[in-house]
């Protein structure tokens, strides 16, 4: 049994937990994520760890209520426990000798790009961070970015907070002002990733995207997170989760993701209705 420590929500649909997992919070590495159960009869969910701390033995999810699974999440309580939590699992982030980096953040993807601006901090590298959201409602964790990192930049769709405009134009601006990077890592909505590695490819930067955005049941057995990356089969939750972003086939991977939506926003609906049944 795993401790809800803390909880809180970060705006309407997006909520932070804090979680007692000593043993996990001793291993973890930015890019690796657990398996969650919310409940005893539940699924299993891969999380991405957004952050830990070894020293109070805690580990920190940043969880979208999209689906009927995270949303019974969002309705748990402080001092209730997760039946289980698995990990740390995937391959870390690979960061070794990086001195110049751009960390790219797309919507709640900001929450796992932050332990990977934070890991490059610490090891003394300049870190360029560009951070993107729909609108300033939507914006999660802009201080925590501010204290890691040399430059940061917010973008939102209308302006309504930072500057108007895409990742990619923040991106393309720090690039065309001499920004020589060694690795340019986006982690976000696939649309936004596939577009990130178009822009580096021209400039010949090396790029790592993450693509836990496809994952399903974390082990590999589902085949739900199967991509191609290089022309060869690859699945991101036990090769991964990042890639080389000018590899990956980022076309099949949003063809396959769609797939999911009306299943996704069903159980969700089915989940609030019960939900909202109970508390009657």
């Known amino acids: 049994m795993f401790l809800l420590k803390k909880k809180t929500f970060l705006n309407e649909q997006v909520f932070r937990a804090v979680i007692e997992a000593p043993l996990i919070a001793k ?20 999380l991405t760890i957004s952050d830990f701390n070894r020293e109070n033995g805690t580990i920190s999810l940043v969880v979208q209520a999209v689906g009927a699974t995270t949303l019974r999440f969002s309705q748990m309580e402080e001092g209730q426990y997760l039946p289980s939590v698995v990990g740390p699992l995937g391959r870390e982030t690979e960061l070794e000798g990086v001195k110049k980096a751009a960390v790219i953040g797309g919507g709640v993807g900001c929450a796992i790009a932050y332990p990977v601006a934070r890991k490059l901090h610490e090891m003394g590298a300049q870190v360029d961070t560009v951070v993107g959201f729909r ?32 990742v990619t134009d923040a991106l393309k ?48 057995m589902c085949g739900g997170c ?55």
């Open 27 to 46: 291993k973890a590495q930015p890019g690796q994520f657990v398996i969650v159960r919310v409940c005893e009869e539940g699924e299993r969910i891969p």
């Open 135 to 166: 609108n300033k409602d939507l914006v999660i964790m802009q201080e925590e970015f501010e204290k890691v990192s040399d430059n940061f930049a917010l973008m939102t769709d209308d302006g309504s907070a930072g500057e108007k405009g895409l």
């Open 173 to 220: 601006k720090n690039i065309e002002s001499g920004a020589d990077y060694d690795l340019v890592i986006a982690i976000g909505p696939l649309v936004m990733m596939k577009f990130v590695s178009l822009l580096t490819k021209k400039y010949g930067i090396k790029t790592m995207v993450s693509m836990n955005p496809v994952m399903i049941d974390g082990t590999g």
């Open 226 to 280: 199967r991509i191609t990356v290089g022309g060869e089969t690859k699945f991101a939750c036990v090769d991964g989760p990042d890639f080389d972003g000018h590899l990956v086939d980022f076309d099949e991977a949003m063809a396959r993701a769609s797939m999911y939506r009306d299943f996704e926003r069903h159980a969700y609906e089915e989940t609030c209705n019960l939900l909202k049944k109970g508390e009657e």
